[in-house]
């Protein structure tokens, strides 16, 4: 069965749009489409399986293991499962990306408070 999905029918913050596959046919994958303010980001957490981050727009600093690394529009950071995680907005306006969760359900244990 094909599942044709508007955005604003997904669950969502003032951030970011949430599509958990196993909710459309048992896809094996979910993601956000997130646009981060300046600034803003999630704290420490890890997942089960691979989060793989598609940014489209701004600069995000990421905080993967013990390294941390900047990465831009048009490029693409992996985060090892089970690899504690998180990321921060530090340009000056919006950052847009995608945040690939390579499971059919979003599965995260937080290791910080927000």
């Known amino acids: 069965m094909v599942h044709v999905i508007d955005r604003d029918e997904l669950p969502h913050s003032e951030t970011a749009y949430k599509f958990e596959g196993y909710r459309y ?5 979910s ?6 303010p300046p600034g803003k ?9 691979e989060e793989v981050f ?3 727009e ?3 600093v990421f905080t993967v293991g013990e390294g941390s690394i900047e990465a831009t529009g048009g490029q693409i950071v992996v985060a090892p ?3 504690p995680h998180g990321f921060v907005n530090s340009g000056a306006g919006r ?6 969760h390579t499971s059919g359900r979003m599965i995260t244990e937080w290791l910080e408070e927000d």
Do not use: K, M, R
């Not at 046919?25 to 994958?29: E, L």
């Not at 993601?31 to 981060?36: A, D, H, R, V």
């Not at 980001?41 to 399986?49: D, Q, R």
């Not at 950052?95 to 690939?100: E, K």
């Open 95 to 100: 950052s847009l990306h995608v945040d690939i």
């Open 41 to 49: 980001g999630p704290s420490l957490h890890t997942h089960p399986y």
């Open 54 to 56: 598609v940014v489209q």
């Open 81 to 83: 499962a089970g690899t």
């Open 31 to 36: 993601f956000f489409l997130s646009e981060t």
């Open 25 to 29: 046919g048992g896809t094996n994958i």
């Open 58 to 60: 701004g600069v995000l």
